[in-house]
């Protein structure tokens, strides 16, 4: 099994644990950007700036910040971007 398929395992299974329902999205670099650009934050290019954006989320939310995006990581930046999503739509709708 590759890297990622351990991470989606353990992420999903992670998550039905704490009482989290839906899928973990992948871990993968264009993905963490997604979820990062739907509440409004831009990282770079570089995989720097991608450990700078995840390791600030971290400390953000209270997470210890090694800057992995790890399942739990993962999983409450997709919450996190899915709240902004909505919120967005809302906003539109008004």
Known sequence: MTARGVLTVVGTAVGGLIG????APTADPASL???FAD???EV???PADLVEAVRAFQLRIGL???GEAGPETVHLLARYAADARELTEFRRAA
């Open 20 to 23: 989290w329902s839906e899928t």
């Open 64 to 66: 210890p910040a090694d």
């Open 33 to 35: 950007r997604a979820l």
């Open 39 to 41: 509440f409004g934050v």
């Open 44 to 46: 770079g290019s570089g």
